[in-house]
T-cell receptor, first 114, second 114 residues
Framework: AQTVTQSQPEMSVQEAETVTLSCTYD???????LFWYKQPPSRQMILVIR??????QNATENRFSVNFQKAAKSFSLKISDSQLGDTAMYFC???????????FGAGTRLTVKP | DTGVSQDPRHKITKRGQNVTFRCDPI?????LYWYRQTLGQGPEFLTY????????KSRLLSDRFSAERPKGSFSTLEIQRTEQGDSAMYLC????????????FGPGTRLLVL
């Protein structure tokens, strides 16, 4: 069974600084998708970034980038130039190709301090 | 594009009552998913539809839970004989086949069973 582990329940960062959120996963599959979702307080979950496992290049979306280490089954999220609006729960998620059972980690609560 | 919508946003019910939630996906999204999220946890997959066909159900989905998507557009999730353990946020998401399986989430329905 696929499992996703986020080992940091809470993190904080000063505004404008950089923070990295960790995620590891367990799978025997060779091809799959990985996602980071953001869930602001009392607001809906939105996609931050996604990575296809067959792509070696790390995905980037503006201030957000990932460090995808397939052999280590690690998928960390780096947020650069943190902004107050980045305060949210961040969930790492895994999904096999052609299987829509997406597995989420328990989340990391990120607080950006002014 | 109005995004995924869910109704109601909040529901309080007494143990033993039946409740029904509705989800309207992004138009032309042929896949629709239901998740349950309890406090402090990531979402857990319940079931998904491709068009009107329910293709997968989690073992979490007891016999008291039923989901439908009769015309391949909106979906309903019904919980019969609610229990206090059913208290959670119920999330709906939708996606398009062939677009990397990115799921777009609705705001959720928060259920409290007294």
């Amino acid at each position: 069974a696929q499992t996703v582990t986020q080992s940091q329940p809470e993190m904080s960062v000063q505004e404008a600084e950089t923070v990295t959120l960790s995620c590891t996963y367990d799978t025997s599959e060779s091809n799959y998708y990985l996602f980071w979702y953001k869930q602001p307080p009392s607001r809906q979950m939105i996609l931050v970034i996604r990575q296809e496992a067959y792509k070696q290049q790390n995905a980037t979306e503006n201030r957000f980038s990932v460090n995808f280490q397939k052999a280590a089954k690690s998928f960390s999220l780096k947020i650069s130039d943190s902004q107050l609006g980045d305060t949210a729960m961040y969930f790492c998620a895994f999904m096999r190709i052609n299987n829509n059972d997406m597995r989420f980690g328990a989340g990391t609560r990120l607080t950006v301090k002014p | 594009d109005t995004g995924v919508s869910q109704d109601p946003r909040h529901k309080i019910t007494k143990r033993g009552q039946n409740v029904t939630f509705r989800c309207d996906p992004i138009s032309e999204h042929n896949r629709l998913y239901w998740y349950r999220q309890t406090l402090g946890q990531g979402p857990e997959f319940l079931t998904y539809f491709q068009n009107e066909a329910q293709l997968e159900k989690s073992r979490l989905l007891s016999d008291r839970f039923s989901a439908e998507r009769p015309k391949g557009s909106f979906s309903t999730l019904e919980i019969q004989r609610t229990e206090q353990g059913d208290s959670a946020m119920y999330l709906c998401a939708s996606s398009v086949v062939g677009e990397g399986e990115t799921q777009y989430f609705g705001p959720g329905t928060r259920l409290l069973v007294l």
